[in-house]
């Protein structure tokens, strides 16, 4: 049996060959050599038009932070074969680059990037593994949510996936992220407490199944809260859960608001729409009509166009497992790395897929919002010492499809990576969280509809400039010609 540490650090929550690396780095002594790296994915998920960035407060959180405890060490020296002199370097390792990143609650598309990290090698290195792990996670369900919430409009929607979520962490930051992505209150109170989200709920069939007799249960639950939302499918819903709801709403008056009911099973069309008359004829007008049931954006959608008479949609299983897509697929790539000179030299990855390699060199990414019209015409993704607010003329291109062209006049050249990290401070002051789900809906204010549709939506653009896609091209060219050669014989 391996003996147990304590777990009082985040610096180990990498993958073992980002250390092994390190060494190697280390033992060569390029450690310190500075690095950049591009944090983003290559597909958008769920066959979205957009996706929502979310993640940052987590992973800028563990950049602070990050640093290997004493148990770390110790576990490390006595587990791995390590030499001493490197535990004792990776010991006194803090994080001292700088992070430039998108805003929680950006737009953010495919092929671009996210966050840029700037450090020494072994540093950058080292953060990969917790850095796509948050970000991966996070912005696949601001992402889920933000689908919903498009489809739900302005009914409420609550977030109740935390008995489904994969542990307790996606449970609690899932909750969060959904609320970015536009939901309106969560079911988990810790992620309440933690985060400010509104808390909201009803209740569950054991309290009916525990008195035996709905409307006892109801009536107990009405004798103890003033708020009550009756769940009406234990036994049958239109022939005993309705009218056990309504008795009771009647009989205890103004003792308590009755704001309604809950639906969780069966046909919900039908039964909203029974319930719905049912509730009016006794004079409840103002009680709304919750839903749950295994819903995402489909069922919801399909609900809606039955004519569904639903007010509140919670939602639990589809949205927090991200359940058709289960993982974004972000990736970490080293675009940059100082040579032995001391400057900084492009790199690139090589695919046989077009759309795989790697776009080199230091960049900046702008949002191109035409001024006539408040619209976003695409990203533009230039080199660092361009300036594309600059031009007159814009040109914007496809970068795989490159007679795919546009010019643009009136515009505006959003930079949309801040930077929130430099020399290891923090300079990023972190934003509320309701300001981050209004950021969202400002962002996406500015996107057609054409991107925003469910189902196949326009594929937004996300372009290089000229300098940057000549660039890219000449690594390329590079590389191959070091490969016809031969790299070791150079
Ligand atoms: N009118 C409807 N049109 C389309 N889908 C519906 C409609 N009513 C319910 N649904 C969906 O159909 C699925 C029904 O799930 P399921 O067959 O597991 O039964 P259930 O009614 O939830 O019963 P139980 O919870 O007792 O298993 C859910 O995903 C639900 O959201
Ligand atoms: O369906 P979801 O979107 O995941 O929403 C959350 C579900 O959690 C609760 O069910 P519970 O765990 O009691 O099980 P149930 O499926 O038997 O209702 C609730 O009644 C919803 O059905
Ligand atoms: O409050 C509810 O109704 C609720 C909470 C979590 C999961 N299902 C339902």
Known sequence: MKKH????????????????????YWQDQIHNRKAVFELFFRKMPFGNGYAVFAGLEKALSYLQKFAFTSSDIEYLRSEMSYPEEFLSYLEKLKF?????????????????????IEATLAEAQLVETALLNIVNYQTLIATKASRIKQVIGDEQALEFGSRRAQEMDAAIWGARAAFIGGFDATSNVRAGKMFGIPVAGTHAHAMVQAYKDEYIAFHKYAESHLDCVFLVDTYDTLKSGVPNAIRVAKELGDKINFKGIRL?????????KEARRMLDVAGFTKAKITASSDLDEYTIMNLKAQGARIDTWGIGTKLITAYEQPALGAVYKLV???NESGELTNTI??????????????KRVYRIINTMNGKAEGEYIAMDDENPGAEERLKMFDPVHTYISKFITCFEARELQIPVIVNGEMVYELPELQDIQKKLERNLD????EYKR??????????LSQKCWDTKMRCIEEVKAKVSEGFNDK
Do not use: C
């Not at 540490?5 to 190697?24: F, K, R, S, V």
């Not at 680059?97 to 840029?116: C, D, H, Q, W, Y």
């Open 96 to 116: 001292t680059g700088t992070v430039k990143s998108m805003e929680e609650g950006e737009l953010v598309f495919a092929n671009e990037p996210l966050i840029r």
């Open 349 to 362: 990855k090589i695919s046989a897929n077009p759309e795989k390699v790697t776009t080199p060199g230091l």
């Open 264 to 272: 969780d099973s069966g046909d919900l069309a039908y039964l909203s």
């Open 446 to 449: 500015e996107l057609w509809s």
């Open 454 to 463: 469910s189902l196949h939506p326009e594929k937004y653009p996300v372009d």
């Open 336 to 338: 940059a790395i100082e």
């Open 5 to 24: 540490y304590d777990d009082d650090g985040l610096a180990l929550h990498t993958d073992l060959y980002q250390i092994n690396m390190i060494q190697t």
